[in-house]
């Protein structure tokens, strides 16, 4: 129940948003584990975030990238000014008062339009660390996309299968029902031919009874399951779902223990993530030992600056320079070996964040491995609990037919076999779904034509 609530409690608010069209759609035909997972690697809003987190650092790429180009930007301004500075000067007083008294301060016009150019022209290699950082962010994202995909196909995979745990629960209930309401009815002729008591009678009834409540409680089952699957592929909560298909064990082969583990060490998407956080952090290493390196660039401008518009793209008033900048910092105050500190650390970090989750993963293998082995000897010994239960029941009900065995040696009989393939059923269900998390432990997809979109 808990494990249906986690899965149902996210995005129900994303799940209202959807289209009419896509609604209408899950009524047309029965819904296959197949198409349940396409539609939820299309639509739900884990996958979307991480794959718009994927299209943003690449637009970071091309942000980064743009730095080692020329930046061409068009300026102007213009301005309208009275500056009564010579006035204020101090040797004003000196000046011929015949020239003093020919000046006035006057109110002028300034304009300039032009065009400038930046360039870098040697960054001992920031721009150059500064792309490949950007571009190993775009690879772990890719990573990360893959990981949110199968861990979505995974909890797909799990919900669906516990829908078909659900009905297959609720239809055992029927059947068991089915089985004691026939009991009754043969309680009933025996006690009209007086070869039964009342009793017998009314025990049958109340057992009969007895399976409401498990009735119910099953039915509430498949309809939480059911909203579970359905806010996984985003269809509205109030669209019935009819899934196809049947909670049966399907054998499968996993190989040798090693072999899975040499597998998912190579290609688990996580383990790829932390590779790539594992190379960032020596390229960030890189960019703080070059922070006190030397650095040139290059900066141009050309334009006119003139009083009159009129005069604007005479040559006469162009106006131009070309500079070459240098910056070599000589003294910090240690603020470079802080940064190398702080990137040497992230480095370390990261290569620990790597061996434990190596770790963890040899674990997780051997874990989902043990969870295979252990499900498919509970299926085989379930399957030899039946066939035993199976023959009990036949044989107390000639029993009870002849005079020979009680309601409660039948009834127990049926609780016995209902027990069985109950666990059966629990036993091809966990099989299905340890099979599931070993191949999302092994870095393999959860369905072998697992469809993407």
Do not use: C
Not at 50 to 71: D, K, M
Not at 312 to 325: G, H, P, Q
């Amino acid at each position: 129940m808990s494990s249906v609530l986690r899965i149902l409690i996210p995005g129900l608010f994303a799940a209202a948003l959807l289209a009419p069209a896509a609604r209408a759609q899950a009524l047309e035909r029965p819904l296959t584990l197949q198409e349940a997972v396409r539609l939820a690697l299309e639509r739900y809003p884990e996958v979307l975030v991480a794959r718009e987190q994927q299209g943003e650092l690449e637009g970071r790429i091309q942000e980064v990238r743009a730095g080692a180009f020329p930046q061409l930007s068009v300026e102007g301004f213009g301005l309208r000014l009275r500056d009564p500075s010579f006035l204020n000067s101090s040797s004003f007083d000196k000046v011929p008062p015949e020239f003093r008294d020919a000046l006035s301060v006057q109110s002028s016009n300034l304009f300039e339009v032009g065009v400038s150019l930046k360039q870098p022209l040697y960054t001992a290699g920031k721009v150059r660390t500064a792309i490949r950082l950007a571009e190993e962010g775009v690879r772990e994202k890719e990573a990360a996309l893959e990981m949110t995909r199968q861990r979505v196909a995974f909890r797909v995979f799990q919900t669906f299968h516990d829908v078909l745990l659900a009905q297959e629960n609720l239809d055992l209930v029927r059947e068991t029902t089915e089985q004691r309401r026939r009991h009754l009815e043969m309680a009933r002729n025996r006690y009209a031919q007086g070869v039964a008591t009342r009793i017998d009678v009314l025990r049958s009834e109340v057992n009969l009874s007895n399976l409401d409540p498990e009735r119910i409680r099953a039915e509430n089952q498949v309809r939480l399951a059911t909203a579970a699957l359905a806010n996984l592929i985003m269809i509205g909560m109030d669209v019935p779902i009819r899934v196809e298909g049947k909670l049966e064990r399907r054998p499968w082969s996993p190989g040798p223990l090693s072999e899975l583990e040499a597998h998912a060490l190579e290609v688990r998407p996580d383990l790829v993530v932390a590779r790539r956080q594992l190379d960032e952090a020596r390229l960030l290493l890189s960019l703080a030992r070059a922070e006190n390196k030397l650095s040139v660039d290059l900066e141009s401008r050309f334009g006119y600056s003139v009083r009159n518009p009129e005069n604007i793209m005479r040559y006469d008033f162009a106006r131009w320079n070309l500079t070459v900048n240098f910056r070599l910092p000589f003294y910090d105050s240690g603020r470079k070996a802080g940064l190398v500190t702080q990137a040497i650390a992230r480095v370390r970090v990261a290569e620990h964040n790597l061996a434990q989750l190596e770790n963890a993963v040899r674990l997780e293998i051997k874990t989902a491995h043990s969870d295979l082995l252990s499900a498919d000897e509970s299926f085989s010994a379930a399957g030899l609990n039946i066939v035993q239960a199976q023959k009990v029941l036949v044989m107390m009900q000639a029993n009870y037919q002849y005079g020979a065995a009680t309601t409660l040696d039948v009834v127990d009989s049926q609780t016995a076999l209902t027990l069985a393939r109950n666990s059966q059923i629990s036993a091809a269900y966990g099989y299905e779904v340890a099979k599931a998390g070993l191949r999302l432990a092994a870095g393999m997809p959860i369905l072998g034509e697992e469809e993407r979109p």
